[in-house]
């Protein structure tokens, strides 16, 4: 089935021609507080992301307060907590959506969410989000993904934990269901996780295999991960954002800082320009360099008629003179006059 070769979100494009879109994901570092989490938004419009993120959830609607076994985390950064425990703290509240919407765009910058059920959807969608993201570990729940898709928004679609078959049903999901637009991210669902486990090769075999444009949603410390996967091809890099690691926060420890992600903003696409395209011919910002390479001069004067010989020709620094593959074929010829030292060489100076 051919796919759409980018989508557009707010009047942006994205795709392979495109500058890398960068998403500043606020995520749960809130803490708790609006107030923090419309000072996140100033902070990351500041840093040049092109667009913002939050989740919208409930404890109630993404999962339930059960006291089970497998409703408990084993292992990792939320090691002991319940799902109910940690989604109750780390939730976006409905009403403050409004609020942190409208603080973003008076910012300029595009805002948008992931939704994890119906309501979450009617709720953005009365804010007129430009895009939804589904979440990697919503990536199998079709039905959400059909409905949606179904508002005509693109839809980004992170693939953590999904493995080639489901990837292809969640795609076709949303663009059967009526999404403009669908992108993929390549996503490792570990938190924090680690450089061995990136496989950022994975988006380029990704962008060919789903005929979709492709990015990262980059769980890694630091920029490295997201700066390779721009260089294999990534459209949209996908990081989390705090004001400060020290501050705590259920995602604070695999956060960028807000100096740290405008590093990352501008590195991403500082890795995007310099891609460039195979190129073999002196471009324009050379020329003026041409004239210190290397080329044949008198290296001792030369009287008329007397041969040329390495004690009397060397190449050098700077390129006034003959090429330096030309050495072996003036060897041993006459100079047609007085040759200076320090002149160029040219083909008029041999008998």
């Not at 990837?167 to 061995?196: I, K, N, Q, W």
């Not at 630091?222 to 259920?250: N, Q, W, Y």
């Amino acid at each position: 089935m051919s796919q759409p070769p980018e989508i557009e979100i707010a009047g942006r494009k994205i795709g392979p021609g495109y500058e890398p879109y960068v998403i500043c994901e606020l995520s749960g570092n809130h803490n708790g507080s609006l107030d923090r989490a419309l000072q996140m938004v100033d902070a990351a419009a500041d840093t040049g992301a092109d667009a913002i993120k939050i989740q919208t959830y409930t404890a109630d609607t993404i999962t339930m307060d059960v006291d089970r076994p497998e409703f408990r985390i084993h292992g990792g950064l939320w090691d002991g907590r319940s799902l109910y425990e940690l989604y109750q703290e780390a939730q976006t509240p409905f009403e403050w959506h409004a609020a942190i919407f409208e603080r973003a765009r008076r910012r300029g910058v595009t805002i948008f969410s992931s939704p994890f059920d119906e309501t979450a959807v009617d709720l953005l969608a009365g804010l007129d989000a430009p895009a939804y993201k589904i979440a990697s570990f919503e990536a199998v729940d079709l039905p959400l993904i059909r409905y949606a898709a179904a508002r005509g928004k693109p839809l980004i679609i992170s693939t953590g934990m999904a493995n080639a078959e489901e990837m292809a049903a969640a795609r076709d999901a949303a663009l059967e269901a009526g999404a403009p637009g669908v992108l993929l991210l390549h996503c490792v669902s570990s938190y924090p996780s680690t450089f061995e486990d990136a496989n950022v090769r994975t988006v380029a075999d990704m962008q060919q295999r789903f005929g979709v444009p492709v990015g990262l949603s980059d769980h890694t410390p630091g920029s490295a991960a997201s700066v390779a996967a721009v260089a294999t091809g990534a459209c949209v890099i996908e990081k989390h954002f705090t004001l400060a690691r020290s501050d705590g926060g259920p995602d604070a420890a695999f956060s960028l800082e807000p100096q740290e992600f405008s590093a990352l903003v501008r590195d991403c696409r500082d890795a995007w320009r310099a891609l460039g395209w195979p190129h073999y011919d002196t471009l324009g910002s050379e020329r003026a360099s041409l004239q210190f390479r290397r080329s044949l001069y008198v290296a001792a004067d030369v009287k008329a008629g007397q041969p040329l010989t390495r004690a009397n020709i060397r190449s050098i620094r700077p390129g006034a003179g003959l090429a330096p593959a030309h050495l072996e074929e003036i060897l041993g010829r006459p100079a047609a006059r007085d040759l200076a030292r320090g002149e160029p060489l040219a083909w008029d100076m041999l008998g």
